[in-house]
């Protein structure tokens, strides 16, 4: 496996725990301990995601980039003016 692989899995593995312990919470929402166990991995999973964004590039899609809603101005198919 490479760093990269290697990485990705760790933080795969975090991100999975904090998540499974996140849908057990819907049915216990009074469970400190796990509630605890869950912020706990997202903790663990933050400063692994920061390395990999850091040295690949970003883990999810940004909506920090500029003209985000540039093909909403374009004309709609049923608005064009030719007539097939």
């Known amino acids: 496996m490479t760093e990269r692989e290697i990485l990705l899995k760790k933080i795969s593995t975090y991100q999975f725990a904090a998540l499974d312990l996140q849908l057990f919470l819907d049915t216990h929402p009074n469970d400190t301990e796990t509630v605890t166990k869950m912020r706990a991995f997202k903790e663990k999973a933050q400063p692994l995601i920061a390395e990999y964004e850091s040295k690949y590039g970003?883990?999810?899609?940004?909506?920090?980039?500029?003209?985000?809603?540039?093909?909403?101005?374009?004309?709609?198919?049923?608005?064009?003016?030719?007539i097939d």
């Open 58 to 82: 970003p883990l999810t899609k940004s909506a920090t980039t500029q003209n985000n809603w540039n093909w909403i101005k374009a004309p709609w198919p049923w608005e064009s003016e030719e």
